[in-house]
């Protein structure tokens, strides 16, 4: 018989045998999780961190890389398509190359073409193509040196009067209008090639406001050629009105002659 | 006279000025548009504002040329009004010069002579 079996064949032995193992066994199963120096569980720790880490590698992170991604894209097609430098570039050579363009503009606008020989005439002349406002006040005298004062209100009809003088008053209004839209056009000049300027060293994103502004003076620019036409128009219809009144006043002098070779004519009381 | 010739003269060499600004403009317009066919979406705005600004270069030329067209039919309006006062000035003369052979004197109101007549006429 082996030495084991023996063994087991001893109550005392058996006893000791079944308590061991039952011992061992509530050991493993009942035992309680260690604790630290200051109570706290780390296995709980640990398995909580465990938990956030997947948390966090499941729930942020993976959709971080697809905004990352997303990013990335948007500024590729940003550079690629939307703003692509050689546009850019493009865009600014054109407005550098316009430069000179305006420059002519403005020599062109600033010609001196006086031609005028006589003294009065011009001084009228300068006057008209000067371009300056403050030359206004002193169109008057410069018109009347040229075109002859108003005569005496006796020396020619009323009606006859009335025309000269509105038509002298027509002239000069419409000389001093002429003398703002150059002062208008020059300005405008000014500010183009400015605009111009800025363009070429603008970024696309800034290129609005300019577009913003230079609409701006275009609306501006519109209006004041519209006030241009209308000062055309009423000059144009004094004249129209100068011819219509020459015709009437033609036809009461024709029946004042009449009426003065009938008088003649006619035998003294 | 001097005053419509040298307005005639200033006219014209503008006009040939206004020439010359349009075919730099034209040519100018065509550019932008190249530039419009070729460039991108983002930088479109860019072209766009070129363009605005050369419109109003565009609008300044048309204002020189409107200020000719005013002076032009100013100075025509005041030589009208000037053949009016010339006219007026020369019947005067006449007036005098016929009535100082009819009658040796100016226009006096209450005489029955011949010159009285016209005057009162």
Same mark, same amino acid.
């Given at each position: 018989m082996p030495t084991w079996q023996s063994f087991t064949r001893k109550p005392f032995v058996r006893r000791l045998a079944l308590g061991g193992a039952g011992v061992l066994i509530l050991g493993t199963v009942a035992v309680r999780p260690a604790h630290s120096q200051f109570g706290i569980d780390i296995a709980a720790i640990l398995a909580g961190l465990k938990a956030i880490n997947n948390t966090l590698t499941n729930a942020v992170a993976s959709p971080l890389k697809a905004i990352n991604k997303v990013e990335q894209q948007e500024q590729q097609f940003q550079q690629n398509?939307?703003? @692509?430098i050689s546009a850019i570039n493009s865009a600014r050579q054109m407005a550098t190359g316009f430069t000179a363009s305006f420059s002519s503009f403005r020599q062109l606008g600033t010609l001196n073409i006086s031609s005028a020989t006589l003294p009065n005439p011009q001084q009228l002349e300068q006057q008209m193509l000067s371009?300056? @406002?403050?030359n206004i006040a002193s169109i008057n005298s410069a018109y009347h040196n040229v075109f002859a004062p108003l005569p005496a209100?006796?020396?020619?009809?009323q009606s006859v009067a009335y025309q000269v003088d509105m038509g002298d008053a027509q002239a000069q209004d419409a000389i001093k209008k002429a003398i703002e839209l150059d002062a208008f056009a020059e300005r405008e000049m000014e500010v183009a090639q400015k605009l111009n300027d800025q363009i070429a060293a603008s970024a696309p994103g800034t290129a609005p406001i300019l577009d913003a502004e230079a609409s701006a003076w275009v609306i501006q620019a519109n209006a004041y050629t519209q006030m241009g036409m209308a000062e055309l128009l009423r000059v144009n219809t004094a004249s129209v009105s100068n011819r219509s009144g020459e015709l009437k006043d033609s036809t009461t002098q024709m029946q004042n002659l009449n009426q003065r070779i009938t008088h003649i004519l006619a035998p003294p009381r | 006279m001097d005053v419509e010739d040298a307005v005639a003269k200033d006219a014209t060499v503008q006009s040939m000025a206004a020439d010359q600004a349009t075919t730099t403009m034209l040519q100018t317009a065509q550019r932008i548009e190249d530039e419009a066919q070729a460039t991108a979406p983002g930088t479109a705005d860019m072209v766009a504002a070129e363009a605005r600004t050369a419109e109003l270069a565009s609008l300044a030329m048309q204002h020189k040329l409107l200020a000719y067209q005013l002076r032009e039919a100013a100075i025509e309006l005041g030589h009208r009004g000037s053949i009016l006062k010339q006219s007026t000035t020369n019947t005067q003369n006449l007036n005098q010069q016929i009535l100082n052979h009819l009658g040796g004197a100016r226009c006096q109101h209450g005489s029955l002579s011949l010159a009285s007549r016209l005057c009162a006429g």
């Open positions: 398509v939307l703003y @692509p371009g300056n @406002p403050n209100q006796t020396a020619m009809p | -």
